[in-house]
């Protein structure tokens, strides 16, 4: 028997990615951004898929914010991690469809999805120390939107002092708002460019809190 789709989409497609050695199938939506993949998507699989020994993603816990259709966060999970995937409420049903088709029976652990709005109920929501992450991984989470004070917020919830948290940042740069929260990125963590690729003019930052 066939599964349906996620019932929330109307216009619905699907895109085949090939990561750790399966095929992926995501669905995508043109109804909002956390429906669509994103180059900087594509380009942090390929980083974690070819740079396992120096990002270790076995059985660590990693979060990701705007997980959108969910590519990341399934190469983490087939990469051995215990993933969270985050993004907004209406995001979730699709988000938690292409997870669970991607890696029942392929992966270590069972992927989990939760409601995440940058900025709001974080301490409510996600407590430290007991929501703490090894990783976090954002993947082309800047445009131009009113939330990216929210945004950095966040990073800094999950990537604070003491946390020895990473954050792993892709981002495909395409108005001034990316250059502008780059600098403000860059200031506020101890960041290091990991991986530029100039055709796509996507960047890979490493990041730590500053202690």
């Not at 429906?35 to 816990?61: R, S, Y």
Request: glycine share 6%; proline share 5%.
């Amino acid at each position: 028997m066939t599964r349906p789709g996620p019932s929330v989409y109307h216009t619905l497609e699907n895109e085949s990615f090939y990561f750790t050695g399966h095929d992926i199938c995501i669905h995508e939506s043109i109804d909002t951004y956390g429906a669509l993949t994103w180059p900087g998507a594509v380009a942090l699989c390929q980083f974690l898929e070819n740079n396992q020994q120096q990002v270790k993603l076995m059985d660590k816990e990693v979060l990701e914010i705007g997980a959108g259709t969910g590519l990341v966060s399934i190469v983490a999970s087939l990469l051995g991690a215990r993933v969270t995937a985050t993004d907004l409420p209406d995001v979730l049903s699709n988000l938690t469809f292409n997870l669970l088709r991607n890696t029942r029976g392929r992966s270590r652990h069972t992927p989990q999805v939760s409601a995440l709005t940058w900025g709001q109920d974080l301490e409510r929501d996600f407590p430290y120390p007991s929501n703490h992450y090894d990783y976090v991984l954002a993947a082309d989470v800047v445009y131009p939107h009113k939330c990216l004070d929210d945004l950095l917020k966040t990073l800094h919830h999950f990537c604070r002092p003491g946390s020895e948290t990473t954050l792993l940042w892709a981002n495909k740069t395409r108005f001034q708002s990316d250059l502008r929260f780059t600098e403000r990125f860059k200031s506020s963590f101890n960041a290091t460019l990991l991986t530029e690729l100039p055709q796509q003019d996507v960047r890979i930052y490493k990041a730590t809190a500053k202690e």
